[in-house]
């Protein structure tokens, strides 16, 4: 089992930074994958963006492509995620995932999960 601790939110003017952080300990596997989760009042849990810890390969949602960079700091157990370019549509609650394999981009392909930090982004 994975335990994941997210931090780094906060209020933000749009077009602004923030980045988060996702500390992973546990069963923190080599061949994990890393995922970060948003989810906006009255909507689902959306895809934004994973890393597979072995080899690095990224995946992007549409919506955030070339504005978030997710990296991972292998020896620390610490994924994060830059958003630059703040609009207020990215402002949600952000989760950090995990998975041991890539099995899709669905909330359902990654079984462990932290609790979440608030990104708010004012216009």
């Known amino acids: 089992q994975v335990q994941l601790v997210e931090s780094g939110g906060g209020l933000v003017q749009a077009g602004g930074s923030l980045r988060l952080s996702c500390a992973a300990s546990?069963?923190?596997?080599?061949?994990?994958?890393m995922g970060w989760f948003r989810q906006a009042p009255g909507k689902g849990r959306e895809f934004v963006a994973a890393?597979?810890?072995?080899?690095?390969?990224?995946y992007y949602a549409d919506s955030v492509k070339g504005r978030f960079t997710i990296s991972d700091d292998n020896p620390n157990n610490t994924v994060y995620l830059q958003m630059n370019s703040l609009k207020p549509e990215d402002t949600a609650v952000y989760y950090c995932?995990?998975?041991?394999?890539?099995?899709?981009?669905?909330?359902?392909?990654?079984?462990?999960w932290g609790q979440g930090t608030q990104v708010t982004v004012s216009s």
């Open positions: 995932a995990a998975a041991p394999g890539l099995y899709g981009y669905t909330a359902a392909d990654f079984g462990s």
């Open positions: 546990g069963r923190t596997f080599s061949s994990y994958v």
């Open positions: 890393i597979y810890r072995r080899g690095g390969s990224t």
